[in-house]
């Protein structure tokens, strides 16, 4: 009973600020849930001395809630999956290489990056943390969630290109990214003499190689089941079952869940749209799919905004978080310039294309949750206040002004 009350408590005030924002804000939707969360949060902190029992359910709540385990193990697999479904995979294709490369190689350089820039801003700060703890921040902060800037770069007619180069960076390096994590997660748990490049190897091998391997698997069945048949509800029955089954046995198999979730999503929005789906049936999956990651993304980020509530804030937390956007968008800039530079040779790009990448890569709700799972002694209260710190700035002011941003460098179009 309580867990099905927290879920309630958790739909009506993401209907509640919905409808506040749609009502008086107008801002985009899971950005104005956020805001509204987090006016909401801090209202109830102020409210902490004249009415101590708002304050102290309201905290009760919120710290009952496993953050990391609800992103990680629920919401993740549906919005990645919807994320994939609606992608156009033709387009994807002929940008594969781009977005492999900022999902990859542009993933590790920004994880270097803002690794070892942090290392420095502490050294200047006096106050030393280990380079490993540095790196596991670096890993945690780098992965974008463009979930709530993809409806702002469509209204702001961005070329469709540069959309889905957002769009699939953001599906791939999100599994990349948890691989990457647990591989600096465990060299910071056992000693870095403990892991060498083998078992690290090894372990990127299982977990993406596993995962894109069972995503295939996967995908190719519920390809053949929704083929063998045409009603909707039974092939929307399916997709949920892909979702949810496939991702419990990822996490199961010890792979990585999101990338198998991703390619079902890519396999479902090719084949399975195209060849498996009668155009009724196609209908009713987008918009089952569609409700499924607007309610998702409201209770994301209604979470988000709550979340204020638990975070461990001092001065020096502060003080980081704040220097710490800076060297995320720096880091961030050149793990997307390099790639480009490199490419450039090759093929041509959207002018300002480094610009809106660097701006538009959002850090969102996955961030948070791996700075989460970090131990004690990893000093986990100092990176989840500077993680929550950089992922607010980037939703509220990247969010609310990549739009325009893209208006004023003048290459809105298609």
């Known amino acids: 009973m309580e867990l099905f009350t927290t879920f309630t408590i958790l739909i009506v005030l993401s209907a509640t600020f919905a409808y506040i924002n749609e009502r008086y804000l107008k801002f985009p939707r899971t950005i104005g849930i956020m805001i509204v969360s987090l006016i909401t949060s801090l209202v109830i902190i102020g409210l902490a001395s004249p009415i101590p029992a708002i304050y102290e359910e309201s905290t009760a709540l919120v710290g009952s809630l496993n953050f990391s385990k609800v992103v ?33 190689i542009g993933l590790l350089i920004s994880t ?107 995908g190719y069945a519920g390809f053949y089941l929704m083929k063998s048949i045409d009603e909707y509800i039974v092939e929307v029955l399916i997709t949920l079952a892909l979702v949810m089954g496939g991702y419990t046995l990822a996490l199961n198999l010890h792979i990585s869940g999101p990338l198998a979730v991703v390619v079902m999503g890519l396999m479902m929005s090719d084949k399975g749209r195209t060849k498996a789906m009668s155009e009724n049936t196609r209908e009713y999956v987008d918009k089952s799919w569609e409700l499924i990651d607007e309610v998702l993304n409201a209770v994301l980020f209604v979470l988000i905004g709550m979340e204020i509530l638990v975070m461990p804030f001092d001065r020096l ?66 990176w989840v206040s500077m993680t929550y710190i950089v992922v607010i700035f980037s939703i509220i002011v990247q ?16």
């Open 72 to 104: 990680m193990e629920v919401l993740l697999s549906f919005l990645l999956f919807a994320g994939a479904l609606h992608v156009d995979t033709r387009t994807l294709a002929s940008e594969q290489k781009p977005i492999l490369a900022f999902a990859t």
């Open 112 to 218: 270097f990056l803002v690794g070892t820039l942090v290392y420095f801003m502490f050294q200047l700060l006096s106050y030393p943390v280990d380079y490993i703890y540095c790196l596991l921040f670096g890993s945690l902060i780098s992965p974008t969630d463009p979930i709530a800037v993809l409806s702002i770069l469509k209204n702001a007619r961005v070329p469709k290109q540069l959309e889905v180069k957002i769009t699939g960076e953001s599906l791939f390096n999100d599994g990349i990214a948890v691989v990457v994590f647990l591989s600096l997660f465990e060299m910071a748990r056992l000693g870095i003499g403990e892991v060498s490049t083998l078992d690290i190897a090894l372990l990127f091998l299982k977990e993406a190689g596993g995962g894109i391997v069972l995503g295939i698997a996967l």
């Open 317 to 382: 937390y502060i003080i980081a978080g704040i220097i710490a956007i800076v060297l995320v968008l720096v880091s961030r800039f050149v793990a997307v310039w390099l790639p480009i530079s490199l490419m450039k040779l090759r093929r041509a790009f959207v002018p300002k294309t480094v610009r809106i990448l660097t701006w538009g890569g959002l850090r969102g709700g996955i961030s948070v949750a791996l700075a989460l799972t970090l131990t004690e002694d990893m000093q986990r209260e100092l």
């Open 399 to 414: 969010g609310l002004t990549i739009g325009s941003l893209v208006k004023r460098l003048g290459i809105s179009g298609q």
